[in-house]
């Protein structure tokens, strides 16, 4: 549906440097935009730098465009997440996800090499990418002028969006069958994946088609999957989250080779930046795994909180791309939604913002809505108790090392603080228990039963509450802290 968009959207970029674009999920913007503009004349062979929030998101976008040009990722299109890179010098659109793009400003605010940043699923409103559009406007207002800034978004107030960018706007009306909504609430003291299971069968005897279901979290997503397997339903049962391996994603990603039923337990990665195959039904939970901020950890952590109503909009198109569709909520009709998704900046610890404006040596940024003041006071007396900034709010050399690391600042100054190789490996694995999913069913909140379930996963014994999926990741990043730490 984006194709006949794709000559205007390159006009306007010629004519002005900063668009919003507008098309809602399934509509091509992500894998068609950036390969329709790789031969605009202001590009001048330059790399596009696409930001992509999700890691799935990321991989399949850069898949998909490689495949459309007959090549691998690597070549002309390629992607770098944290701790994995595949490009080359003959790269020309580079997907990536948050973190990367603000060390790529930070490192280098002439962007050389770069003709364009396009920020995909802006509506998301994570905190490194209202920061990355923060710093892009400010190289281009003083550096670059010549820079092309493209914010796309499927559900977003884009009017308020394109005042605030003084771009113009274009949108796209997709393509999209009519959905029927109908609400499916709990029965009385009912636990979500009971009536989630209940849903699925319901949806699996009245609809044809393949049944998405949205879940808050990976473990919510165990516990359905479980109570499927119990119940003998006559469909193959897939996860997508962010954890999976590489080869399990694209398997969801690709339509069933046997024509066999799939039922799809997913988080909100499938919402809006991935598009799954052959679904008819969508079962949603209403909720979503989002960071608040803790002010007894200091940490921000992953709540289960319900979702906007352009959320809950987004997830019920996601029957209609084929045909028409069923969305199930399973929430009570009288339930009320916000309508927009709050921005992260509003509501989470504000000190990893705090630490990237110092080494920006500007506060005076333009944000779309800018962080609060109490959030940023707070985030700066700590950081000048870690010692990564003076009395004067001035970065310090310690400051430098801990944004280099590339993870909180608490971590970076515990990562920092060891001082011999045994003490390094000990903070590498806290780290990556910090970081990673707990890998205990029982959720529980104590570091030394976490990091005992790691130590006898390494010795080849995985302990009755664990999952081995959850260690595995977890040892994996704990590599690749010792790797980036050069701890033997």
């Given at each position: 549906p984006i194709t006949e968009l794709l000559p205007r959207i390159a006009e306007s970029l010629a004519a002005h440097p900063?668009?919003?674009?507008?098309?809602?999920p399934g509509a091509g913007k992500t894998t068609q935009v950036p390969l329709a503009l790789l031969d605009a004349g202001w590009l001048s062979g330059r790399r596009i730098v696409m930001l992509e929030p999700r890691r799935v998101a990321a991989r399949a976008?850069?898949?998909?465009?490689?495949?459309?040009?007959?090549?691998?990722?690597?070549?002309?299109?390629?992607?770098?997440?944290?701790?994995?890179?595949?490009?080359?010098?003959?790269?020309?659109?580079?997907?990536?996800?948050?973190?990367?793009?603000?060390r790529m400003l930070q490192d280098d605010p002439m962007l050389d090499g770069i003709g364009a940043l396009l920020f995909d699923e802006f509506h998301e409103r994570h905190l490194a990418g209202d920061l990355g559009l923060a710093l892009a406007l400010d190289v281009q207002a003083s550096l670059r002028?010549?820079?092309?800034?493209?914010?796309?978004?499927?559900?977003?107030?884009?009017?308020?969006?394109?005042q605030f960018l003084d771009a113009p706007r274009l949108s796209s009306a997709g393509r999209s069958f009519p959905v029927d909504i109908a609400h499916f609430p709990p029965r009385r003291e009912e636990t979500l994946e009971h009536q989630a299971r209940r849903t699925i069968e319901h949806a699996l005897a009245t609809h044809p088609g393949d049944v998405l279901v949205f879940l808050p979290g990976q473990g919510e997503i165990a516990k359905v999957d479980a109570a499927l397997a119990n119940a003998n339903v006559d469909a193959?049962?897939?996860?997508?989250?962010?954890?999976?391996?590489?080869?399990?994603?694209?398997?969801?990603?690709?339509?069933?080779?046997?024509?066999?039923?799939?039922?799809?337990?997913?988080?909100n990665v499938a919402e809006s930046s991935v598009t799954l195959p052959g679904v008819r039904?969508?079962?949603?939970?209403?909720?979503?795994?989002?960071?608040?901020?803790?002010?007894?950890?200091?940490?921000?952590?992953?709540?289960?909180v319900s979702i906007s109503q352009a959320s809950a909009?987004?997830?019920?198109?996601?029957?209609?791309?084929?045909?028409?569709?069923?969305?199930?909520?399973?929430?009570?009709?009288?339930?009320?939604?916000?309508?927009?998704?709050?921005?992260?900046?509003?509501?989470?610890?504000?000190?990893?913002?705090?630490?990237?404006?110092?080494?920006?040596?500007?506060?005076?940024?333009?944000?779309?809505?800018p962080p609060p003041a109490g959030a940023m006071a707070a985030g700066r007396d700590l950081l000048q108790r870690l010692d990564a900034l003076d009395a004067n709010g001035t970065i310090a050399a310690r400051g430098r090392k801990m944004l280099a690391l590339g993870t909180h600042p608490r971590l970076a100054a515990m990562l920092l603080a060891a001082n011999d190789p045994r003490r390094v490996a000990l903070a590498c694995d806290l780290a990556a228990l910090v970081e990673s999913r707990d890998p205990l069913r029982s959720r529980s909140d104590a570091v030394a039963?976490?990091?005992?379930?790691?130590?006898?996963?390494?010795?080849?014994?995985?302990?009755?509450?664990?999952?081995?999926?959850?260690?595995?990741?977890?040892?994996a990043a704990a590599?690749?802290?010792?790797?980036?730490?050069?701890?033997e």
């Open positions: 900063r668009l919003v674009l507008e098309a809602p976008a850069a898949g998909f465009m490689a495949e459309q040009l007959g090549e691998s990722v690597g070549g002309t299109v390629g992607y770098r997440i944290r701790f994995e890179n595949k490009v080359s010098a003959r790269t020309r659109v580079e997907v990536v996800t948050e973190g990367i793009l603000t002028p010549d820079l092309r800034i493209v914010a796309m978004s499927a559900t977003l107030d884009g009017e308020r969006l394109a193959e049962v897939l996860a997508l989250h962010g954890e999976l391996p590489i080869e399990q994603q694209s398997r969801v990603l690709q339509p069933a080779a046997d024509g066999r039923r799939r039922v799809v337990l997913a988080t039904v969508v079962i949603d939970s209403g909720l979503a795994r989002e960071p608040r901020f803790d002010p007894n950890s200091g940490f921000s952590r992953l709540d289960a909009d987004q997830r019920a198109g996601r029957a209609g791309r084929v045909a028409e569709g069923w969305a199930y909520r399973l929430w009570p009709p009288s339930q009320r939604l916000e309508a927009q998704r709050r921005p992260e900046i509003a509501q989470v610890d504000l000190a990893p913002l705090a630490l990237e404006l110092a080494a920006w040596g500007s506060d005076a940024l333009r944000f779309v809505d039963e976490r990091w005992n379930a790691l130590a006898a996963f390494r010795k080849g014994h995985v302990v009755a509450d664990a999952r081995r999926s959850a260690l595995a990741a977890l040892d590599r690749q802290w010792s790797r980036r730490l050069r701890c």
